[in-house]
Nanobody
Framework: QVQLEESGGGLVQAGGSLRLSCAASGRSFNNYVMGWFRQGPGKDREFIAAIGRVSGSSYGDSVKGRFTITRDNGRSTVGLEMNSLKPEDTAVYYC???????????????????WGFGTRVTVSS
């Protein structure tokens, strides 16, 4: 199993950019589909993006065209580049890993193998 730690959160003005990173430790990072979720104040958890073991990605409708997910298997990291940020992007962002998921079903899977503790992003208007 992998352990996940997010970093890169902070305060940014609307229209700005921020890059989150998720560092994985443990075995067999390459075997996991990786992704990001977020949970805003008073909101349910929301799927943001997923990236396949070698290739392929998927995005939630609210971030398509603004966010980009990447992974570096050599460094066991996953990144989330966030552009054109809006106040409604304010949330705690969580990194997740799933061994048996595909990129397409990651967003609906209830069987994540690992979660990070989250990093807070605040977008001011």
């Amino acid at each position: 199993q992998v352990q996940l730690e997010e970093s890169g959160g902070g305060l940014v003005q609307a229209g700005g950019s921020l890059r989150l990173s998720c560092a994985a430790s443990g075995r067999s990072f390459n075997n996991y589909v990786m992704g990001w979720f977020r949970q805003g104040p008073g909101k349910d958890r929301e799927f943001i993006a997923a990236i396949g073991r070698v290739s392929g990605s998927s995005y939630g409708d609210s971030v398509k065209g603004r966010f980009t997910i990447t992974r570096d298997n050599g460094r066991s990291t996953v990144g989330l580049e966030m552009n054109s940020l809006k106040p409604e992007d304010t949330a705690v962002y969580y990194c997740a890993a799933c061994l048996l998921c595909t990129v397409l079903d990651f967003k609906t899977s209830s069987g994540m193998d690992s979660w990070g503790f989250g990093t807070r992003v605040t977008v001011s208007s």
